[in-house]
């Protein structure tokens, strides 16, 4: 997994490619952790993500919470598997997706 | 039908190598990508209970046995550990309607893999838990 971010202002852009699995999903929770502090609005662009497990929805539920305090967390560029992942757990209702 | 056999620590590290065994089996197959994804999912959750719980806090051995049967493809992967007794099953389902504030986040690792899998099964024989994933691999 690799994690690229971008700061515009109180905007933080986090594009994440690869595999958000056990072993990677405490990177990604820990570079989200670190932007909190000095940001409004959270984008996750998710286009080269190939695969996301709980381990991984874990981490999208705690800054999904930890946003909606501020101007909230916006996912794009879900591809079809990841979006069916979503759909089974009920994601799809909770997180918003563009 | 094929069978292959890893006798593996069940530590999270070992993870990659699980779904390392895993891929390439399914890869001979000619397992469609969106069906392999499924199936790493599934396998992640229930090696990582495995590694989590059995042998807490000692460390003992799995083995994932991958059986491929070729008409029609399907591929059935079985965690065998003898840890303490535990059944994933018996778990209840998590309420996937509620908001994200009252949302619990435990529970849905198995509960994706009922949904995703044609047919998980468990049981407890002779000091082993036994949990079998079945899939069908061709796409729908």
């Known amino acids: ?98 | 039908m094929d069978e292959k056999v890893l006798e593996i620590e069940a530590l999270v590290d070992n993870l990659p190598t699980v779904l390392g065994f895993v891929d390439e089996n399914l890869e001979m197959a000619d397992c469609p990508m969106k069906i392999q994804m499924q199936i790493d999912l599934a396998v992640e959750e229930i090696f990582v209970n495995i590694a989590n719980y059995a042998y807490r806090p000692d460390v003992g051995t799995a083995m994932v046995r991958v059986q491929l049967f070729a008409d029609p493809p399907v591929v059935d992967i079985t965690f065998i550990d003898h840890g303490v007794p535990y059944d994933p099953l018996a778990k209840a389902d998590p309420d996937v309607t509620l908001s994200a504030d009252e949302r619990q986040i435990g529970g849905l690792g198995i509960f994706m893999v009922k949904k995703i899998m044609d047919d998980v099964r468990y049981e407890y024989r002779e000091g082993h838990n036994i949990l079998t994933l079945k899939k069908g691999l061709e796409k729908i």
Do not use: W
């Open chain 1, 1 to 98: 997994m690799n994690i690229k971010t971008a700061v515009e202002g109180a905007v933080v852009t986090v594009s994440v490619s690869g595999r958000i699995d056990t072993t990677t999903s405490p990177a990604l929770e820990q570079e989200l952790k670190g932007r909190f502090d000095n940001c409004e609005e959270l984008i996750l662009d998710f286009a080269e993500v190939e695969y996301i497990s709980s381990a991984g929805l874990r981490v999208l539920l705690m800054a999904h919470k930890t946003m909606s305090r501020k101007k909230g967390m916006t996912l794009k560029n879900v591809g079809p598997e990841i979006m069916e992942i979503f759909d089974v757990t009920g994601f799809s209702d909770i997180l918003a997706i563009e």
